[in-house]
C-alpha cells in the first residue's frame, strides 16, 4: 500500500521518505530516509508564537546529530501528525468542555487523539512524541495508555544513567547505568478492575467466595463491599520482554540482565515471571547467558555480594523480589544493567532511578512492539513551564537517541550523548569555581550547583544549540 493510499481527513502525507520495514523477530530495516511521525505534544511539548517547545528544540538537535554523522547521506522525513489539546484544536474545535463531558468514552478519546494520527502512525508504524495532558475525570484512560494499547508495544524501556556533573541525591549515582524494560501490556496497567459494591464486582467476589471456595482458604471471605482489581501475568507476555531484554544486552554487550518481582508472595503471577524469565533464558540463549543459580552450584561462591558481570564472557541472569531491589538500586547500582520486570514494578523502579541520578530532565523512554515503536519523554507536559522555552528538552532529546540505536544509526547517537555531556560537563566545572559562572544548561540543572539559582539556567533552545557545537 503507498501512503497515497492511506485516507487522511486533514493530514497530507510526506511527498518524500520511505517506511521502515522490519525483519521476521520485528526489528526495523530503516532505510536512509525514514518517515518518523512527529507528536508535538501538550504544554512544554508545544511551539507557541515563535516560542519553541521541547520537541522542535528536540527535533533540531537529532537532525543537527544525523546530518553530521551520514552528510547527508541519510535524513529523517518528520510527519507532524496531532494528539492532546493540538488535535481537539483541529479536529474538534466547536466540541465545548461541557460538550465534551456528554461524550461516550470512546468519542472523547478521538478529540484527544484523532483516527489520522492513528492511520499514520499504523502506517509509518514509528513516532516521537513529546508529553501528553491526561485530561482529568475524562471518561476514558490516558492517551499514552492507549497509544500503547493499540499498537501492542509491549516493551517500555528506559535507560537510566547519571551524567558526570549533574548532582544527584545519592553518592552511589555516578555508578548508575541501568536498562528497564517494563512490561507494558499486562499486569494491573491492563485495566481489569470493578467499582466496590458493583453487581459486576460482586459477581466476581461471589465465584471467588463460593465457586473457588476463598471463603474457606482465607480467614475470612473477601468482602462483598471491596473493589476488585486482576492482575494477568501470561508466559507469552513474559517471554516477549524478556527475549528483548536479553537481546538487548547481547546487542550492546551488557553484563547482566536481573529479573525483578514480587513472587514471594503473588506466586503464580510475579512468581511465574520469574520462572518464564528464566525458562527463555536458558530456552533460546543457552550459549549466552549463564544463571545466578548455576555459578553458586559450580561452587562461584559471591553470596552477600552480586558476581560482576560476563563470568566466562556470559550475561548473568538473574532475579531479585522488588522490595529488595530499591535498595540494592541504591546501595549496589554497579551490579546491575538491564533489568526486566512486570509493569507496576517498572513504573515505580524507573521513577525511582530517575531520581537516584539528579531528575526527570534527562530520563528518555520507548515504547516497542513487534514492528512498531514510539519514543517519548517520561515526564509529563510540565504547564506551569508551558511557552517559556525553559523545561529540559533532554528527557525526549535522549528519546531520540533510544530511537537512532534501534534505527541501527548509532553514530548520530553518539555524537548527541557526548554533546550532552560536554554541555553539562562545562557548566559543572564553571559551577565549580563558585557562583557567577556561565552554565549552557536548564534552570532545573542549575539551581543544583551550589551557589546557583535556576535564574542561571539557560533557555531549553539554547541548550539545545550548545549540545549541537559541543557534537564531536
Ligand atoms: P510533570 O509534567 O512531569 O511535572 C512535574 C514536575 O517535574 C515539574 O513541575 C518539574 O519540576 C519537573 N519536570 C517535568 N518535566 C521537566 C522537564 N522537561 N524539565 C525540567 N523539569 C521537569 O508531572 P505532572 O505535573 O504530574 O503532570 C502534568 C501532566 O502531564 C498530567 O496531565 C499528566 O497526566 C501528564 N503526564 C504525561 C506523561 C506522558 O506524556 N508520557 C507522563 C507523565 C504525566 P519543578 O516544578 O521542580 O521544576
Given at each position: 500500500m503507498a501512503a497515497s493510499d492511506v485516507n487522511f481527513e486533514k493530514l497530507i502525507a510526506p511527498s518524500q521518505g520511505e517506511r521502515f520495514t522490519f525483519d521476521s523477530s520485528g526489528d526495523p530495516d530503516t532505510p536512509d530516509n525514514p518517515v518518523v511521525c512527529l507528536i508535538e505534544g501538550d504544554g512544554i511539548g508545544r511551539t507557541f508564537d515563535g516560542v519553541p517547545g521541547i520537541t522542535e528544540t528536540s527535533v533540531e538537535v537529532i537532525d543537527a546529530a544525523v546530518e553530521k554523522a551520514y552528510g547527508g547521506k541519510r535524513k529523517i522525513e518528520?510527519?507532524?501528525?496531532?494528539?492532546?489539546?493540538?488535535?481537539r484544536e483541529i479536529y474538534f474545535p466547536d466540541v465545548t468542555d461541557e460538550d465534551l463531558k456528554g461524550l461516550p468514552p470512546q468519542r472523547q478519546r478521538d478529540c484527544y487523539l484523532p483516527q489520522d494520527t492513528l492511520k499514520a502512525i499504523d502506517y509509518y508504524k514509528v513516532a516521537l512524541k513529546g508529553p501528553l495532558t491526561t485530561p482529568i475525570g475524562g471518561g476514558?484512560?490516558?492517551?499514552?495508555?492507549?497509544?500503547?494499547?493499540?499498537?501492542?508495544?509491549?516493551?517500555?524501556?528506559?535507560?537510566?544513567r547519571h551524567y558526570?556533573?549533574?548532582?544527584?541525591?545519592?553518592?552511589?549515582?555516578?555508578?548508575?547505568?541501568?536498562?528497564?524494560?517494563?512490561e507494558n501490556a499486562e499486569d494491573v496497567y491492563m485495566g481489569v478492575e470493578e467499582v466496590g459494591g458493583t453487581e459486576r464486582a460482586q459477581k466476581i467476589i461471589n465465584l471467588l467466595n463460593e465457586e473457588l471456595d476463598y471463603k474457606n482458604r482465607l480467614a475470612e471471605p473477601i468482602k462483598l463491599s471491596s473493589g476488585v482489581g486482576i492482575k494477568p501475568i501470561s508466559p507469552e507476555g513474559t517471554k516477549r520482554l524478556v527475549r528483548r531484554a536479553i537481546k538487548y544486552a547481547i546487542n550492546l554487550g551488557l553484563p547482566s540482565v536481573t529479573l525483578?518481582?514480587?513472587?514471594?508472595?503473588m506466586k503464580f503471577t510475579e512468581g511465574a515471571f520469574k520462572n518464564w524469565g528464566y525458562e527463555i533464558a536458558k530456552e533460546e540463549f543457552r550459549d549466552k547467558i549463564v544463571t545466578e543459580d548455576e555459578l553458586w552450584a559450580d561452587g562461584d561462591t559471591f553470596r552477600g555480594g552480586a558476581p560482576k558481570g560476563n563470568p566466562g564472557g556470559r550475561i548473568l541472569v538473574k532475579d531479585r523480589i522488588a522490595d529488595s531491589m530499591f535498595q540494592q538500586i541504591q546501595l549496589r547500582p554497579e551490579d546491575y544493567s538491564v533489568?526486566?520486570?512486570?509493569?507496576?514494578?517498572g513504573d515505580y523502579l524507573s521513577d525511582a532511578l530517575a531520581a537516584l541520578v539528579g531528575g526527570l530532565g534527562l530520563a528518555p523512554g520507548a515504547n516497542i512492539g513487534d514492528g512498531a515503536a514510539i519514543f517519548e519523554a517520561t515526564h509529563g507536559t510540565a504547564p506551569k513551564y508551558t511557552g517559556q522555552d525553559k523545561a529540559n528538552p533532554g528527557s525526549i532529546i535522549l528519546s531520540g537517541v533510544l530511537m537512532l540505536r534501534w534505527m541501527g544509526w548509532a553514530e548520530a547517537a553518539d555524537l548527541i550523548e557526548r554533546g550532552i555531556e560536554t554541555t553539562i560537563n562545562e557548566s559543572a566545572e564553571a559551577a565549580s569555581k563558585g557562583p557567577g559562572g556561565k552554565l549552557y544548561v536548564t534552570y532545573d540543572i542549575a539551581r543544583q550547583f551550589e551557589g546557583y539559582s535556576e535564574k542561571d539556567g539557560v533557555k531549553a533552545s539554547e541548550f539545545g544549540k550548545r549540545i549541537i557545537q559541543n557534537m564531536a
Open positions: 518528520w510527519f507532524n501528525v496531532h494528539a492532546g489539546d493540538a488535535s476514558f484512560s490516558s492517551i499514552n495508555v492507549a497509544l500503547r494499547q493499540i499498537f501492542n508495544l509491549y516493551v517500555c524501556l528506559r535507560p537510566v558526570p556533573g549533574v548532582p544527584a541525591p545519592n553518592v552511589n549515582a555516578p555508578k548508575v547505568n541501568m536498562h528497564l524494560f517494563r525483578v518481582h514480587k513472587g514471594n508472595i533489568i526486566a520486570t512486570p509493569n507496576l514494578n
